[in-house]
């Protein structure tokens, strides 16, 4: 099993920056890819929307068009742990995060997986105000 844990939401500025963590811990060593997918307020979980992955072994990248620049994702293996910088946030980024890994998928195919991911962590919010 592997536990996923995010950090690093919280309320900010149109404009502004910031940069979420997400933590695995657990059976790591098995994961191809880790992403992050993010639900609007008030939006089911089926409408939770694809935001960027990366795989594990050589730190290929894939995006949602929609975010891709503005959004970067990287990953430091040695702490087990992905990052996502968010850059020119826009109210239209105000969401909860959420941190998901599989073991085969690779970065685009996470794009589509959003019931097929092994993994998943409780998400953090990221509010944006005007």
């Known amino acids: 099993q592997v536990q996923l844990v995010e950090s690093g939401g919280g309320m900010v500025q149109a404009g502004d920056s910031l940069r979420l963590a997400c933590a695995a811990s657990?059976?790591?060593?098995?994961?191809?890819?880790m992403g992050w997918f993010r639900q609007a307020p008030e939006k089911a979980r089926e409408d939770r929307e694809f935001?960027?992955?990366?795989?594990?072994?050589?730190?290929?990248?894939y995006y949602e068009d929609s975010v891709k620049d503005r959004f970067t994702i990287y990953k430091d293996n040695a702490k087990n742990t992905v990052y996502l910088q968010i850059d020119m946030l826009e109210l239209e980024d105000t969401a909860v995060y959420y941190c998901?890994?599989?073991?085969?998928?690779?970065?685009?195919?996470?794009?589509?997986?959003?019931?097929?991911?092994?993994?998943w962590g409780k998400g953090t919010l990221v509010t944006v105000s005007s």
């Open positions: 657990g059976r790591t060593s098995n994961l191809y890819s």
């Open positions: 935001v960027a992955a990366i795989a594990l072994s050589d730190g290929s990248t």
């Open positions: 998901t890994a599989d073991d085969y998928l690779r970065p685009r195919e996470v794009s589509g997986a959003l019931n097929g991911m092994d993994y």
